[in-house]
Each structure stands twice: as structure tokens, then as C-alpha cells.
């Protein structure tokens, strides 16, 4: 593949992720591009691989999702070269992050994932987030992988009662 295509999918990904005041999962990115024909998935996973590498911008890894941010650097980088993305692709960037708008940041609120700690439990990590504030987080520690799954799951239908809970709790009048 040329050089002068991967790098102007590059900078679409880094004008992608510079629109959004929120992380991305893998899923929407890849989305995006295979929707439109853009690139090929291969493809699309090596351009964010080598902008990983470049540190423009970051991967958080979970159990179920891979997302993606912008770094400074990756700013930076994109108001340098950000003349080189045509405009009918910036159009179609926009158009679907109009479309796509509170589905997008309705995923990126919500965060869960648990990874096995040294006595062989899990702990759970929940958390509400609003564009890149961390409004709640909760640790919990579960005995077992399936109990940690569980929790991962009611996280998206329980998230809005727990947290009006614990404000409630803490904040109400005694």
C-alpha cells in the first residue's frame, strides 16, 4: 500500500478522534472506515497500530474493547497537516459523528472490565464518565470470573440507579 494512503488514513483517524470529546471503541472506528470503503480492516488496524506506537494517540484495553483518544501529540500533529484530509472526507466524518452522536457518547459514558488479581478473585472496575470527566467510580471484588461478567453486564442497565444512589446517600440530608 502506498505511503501516501496510509498516512492520509492516519489523519483520518486522528480528525476522527480529535471530533469526539470521548474515547472510541475499536468497533466505531472500524466501523466508520469499512461503512464508507474507506480502507480495508487490515489496514485500518495497522494505521492505529503505528499511531499507537507514535504516541498520537492511546489505546485503554478492556476485557471486551479496545479505545482509542488523541494525545497532544496527535493534536499537533493534525492541526499541522490537517489541510491534507480532503474535505469530502472531513464531511463524511461529520456527517457520521452527527448521526452517530449519542449512541457514540452513551458507549463512551459507561466503562467496565475485571482482571484477576493475586488471590485469584477479580476485581471489577466500573465507571461513568462525561466526554473525559470521570463523574463515578466503583471497585468491586468479586470471587469469581463469572460473578465479575455479571456485574460488567448490569453495569450498562444499573449505572444511572447507583449512581443517583450514592449521591443521594452521600450528599442527602441526615
Keep these: 500500500m502506498a505511503t501516501e494512503e496510509l498516512t492520509q488514513y492516519k489523519l483520518m483517524i486522528l480528525y476522527l478522534l480529535h471530533s469526539v470529546k470521548y474515547p ?4 466505531r472506528l ?8 474507506y480502507t480495508t480492516y487490515f489496514t485500518l488496524q495497522q494505521c492505529i497500530n503505528d499511531l499507537v506506537e507514535a504516541s498520537l494517540i492511546s489505546a485503554e484495553h478492556s476485557q471486551s474493547t479496545t479505545r482509542y483518544e488523541i494525545t497532544e501529540e ?12 480532503p474535505e469530502l472526507v472531513r464531511e463524511d466524518i461529520d456527517l457520521f459523528l452527527s448521526k452517530n452522536k449519542s449512541r457514540l457518547q452513551s458507549e463512551a459514558a ?3 472490565d475485571y482482571s484477576e488479581t493475586d488471590t485469584k478473585e477479580y476485581l471489577v472496575q466500573l465507571e461513568i464518565r462525561e466526554n473525559r470527566t470521570l463523574l463515578c467510580r466503583v471497585e468491586l471484588t468479586v470471587p469469581d470470573e463469572e460473578s465479575a461478567k455479571a456485574l460488567c453486564l448490569k453495569w450498562e442497565a444499573k449505572h444511572q ?5 450514592l449521591l443521594q446517600e452521600f450528599l442527602g440530608e441526615e
Design 24 to 27: 472510541l471503541s475499536n468497533s
Design 30 to 37: 472500524s466501523g466508520f472506515f469499512l461503512d464508507n470503503e
Design 74 to 85: 496527535g493534536k499537533q500533529t493534525l492541526n499541522f497537516f490537517s489541510q491534507d484530509i
Design 110 to 112: 459507561l466503562y467496565s
Design 161 to 165: 440507579k447507583v449512581y443517583t444512589y
